[in-house]
């Protein structure tokens, strides 16, 4: 027969087993993915107010965001200090040009001497910004823009600019709740 735990040895046993549960849930927490709820309609059609999204933040620990990734980004300048739902546009090295198109009387976004086709925007842009394109990124910059560019506040917006590496928390990888 076992021998008979003392309370003393359980109630030990059980603190040991809440503090790796609460270590657990912080690493994942803030070291593996979150659920972040979408505010506002920088992102429509395809992301709307009110939904979650399941924002993967170990990849880019491992790796480096790329074009067209849709990522969360921290934006402490400003607006309540809030996360962005964005696409990245531009990557560290690219040259990013907004300019109008008069054929088609909208604003076009090109990079690195390549015009973006953009099906997935909401509708088509009518204004580029207050930057004096085209414009370098950094070794460590990435140029973010909303889907529904004509509410969006992004990169274009000096105020917002373009965002680092650490301030990208993750990369959305679906949606939790759908709206439509």
């Known amino acids: 027969m076992g021998e008979k735990k003392s309370t003393a040895q359980e109630i030990k046993e059980w603190i040991i087993v809440i503090i790796i549960g609460v270590a657990a849930v912080f690493a994942i927490r803030n070291f593996g993915f979150r659920i972040t709820a979408v505010k506002g309609s920088s992102m429509v059609p395809n992301y709307v107010h ?21 990522v969360i980004c921290e934006y402490d300048g400003g607006v309540d200090d809030e996360n962005f739902i964005k696409r ?11 300019f109008f ?3 088609q009387q909208c604003y076009k976004t090109e990079v690195n001497g390549e015009v973006l086709d953009e099906e997935y925007i909401n509708e088509p842009m009518e204004t ?3 930057w004096d394109y085209p414009i370098t990124l950094s070794e460590d ?10 509410v969006s506040a992004d990169s274009r917006d000096g105020y917002i600019g373009t ?12 949606k939790i709740i759908n709206k439509a």
């Open 50 to 70: 009110g939904e979650y999204v399941f924002t993967d933040m170990l990849s880019y620990k491992l790796s480096d965001p790329v074009r067209n990734d849709i």
């Open 88 to 98: 990245v546009i531009g990557c560290p090295g690219d040259e990013i040009n907004i």
């Open 101 to 103: 198109d008069e054929d």
């Open 128 to 130: 580029g910004g207050d």
């Open 141 to 150: 910059e990435y140029f973010v823009m909303g889907d529904n560019r004509n």
């Open 163 to 174: 965002f680092t590496k650490d301030k990208i928390v993750g990369k959305v990888r679906f």
